[in-house]
């Protein structure tokens, strides 16, 4: 039993809120409108849907996609980056690439209603293709694919949170290993 302790990650219990989240926005009455992050946020003042639209999904085949790339960036930053930066990371970035996300969709009149975690994990992999040169043009380009191949076939993608997310885990990976290079 002891064997399997590494599969109580900090990533994995956020995959498994994120599984949950997403059971109870299906199951409540308006649960992806209330959860996602729309017009409400400023109309209604519902200020959380910068958190839940972390958690709410689209479907079950884009949590199930989300998941797979979160746990494998996810337990490859608190391995060797530690829980805190992987936490730092994956919700202060999430939180800015959904307020980042959220004006560029008000300030050109999208009118939509952003769900998922690949704002956030986005931001994950931008840090790591900073810190990691030899993954850095793989990374860069799999989020353009991700990014603009399901606007080519007509699919609803928020493109700009992917763009928005890279760009700030770049940034924070700028900082981050800044702070650990001082610290020798």
């Given amino acids: 039993m002891l064997q399997n302790i590494k599969t109580f990650t900090l990533t994995n219990i956020i995959i498994g809120l994120t599984v949950l989240m997403y059971l109870v926005q ?19 003042g519902y200020y959380y849907q910068i958190l ?6 689209g479907g079950i085949g884009h949590l199930g996609m989300n998941m797979f790339v979160l746990y494998q960036f996810g337990n490859m930053i608190e391995k060797y980056f530690g829980k805190g930066i992987f936490l730092a990371l994956y919700f202060i970035g999430g939180l800015l690439t959904s307020l980042g996300s959220f004006y560029f969709m008000y300030s050109i009149g999208f009118n939509h209603n952003l769900v998922g975690a690949s704002g956030a994990i986005s ?28 606007l080519l076939i ?3 993608i928020a493109w700009y949170a992917h763009f928005i997310g890279l760009a700030i885990g770049l940034l924070m990976g700028f900082f981050i290993r800044a702070s650990l290079l001082k610290r020798g």
């Fill in 154 to 156: 007509g699919l609803p």
């Fill in 26 to 44: 299906t199951n409540i009455e308006y649960g992806t409108v209330r959860m996602g992050l729309n017009i409400l946020f400023l109309r209604e």
């Fill in 123 to 150: 931001v994950l992999m931008g840090f790591v293709a900073l810190v990691d040169k030899s993954q850095r043009s793989g990374i860069i380009t799999w989020v353009l694919i991700i990014s603009v191949a399901p």
């Fill in 52 to 57: 839940s639209t972390m958690f709410a999904h």
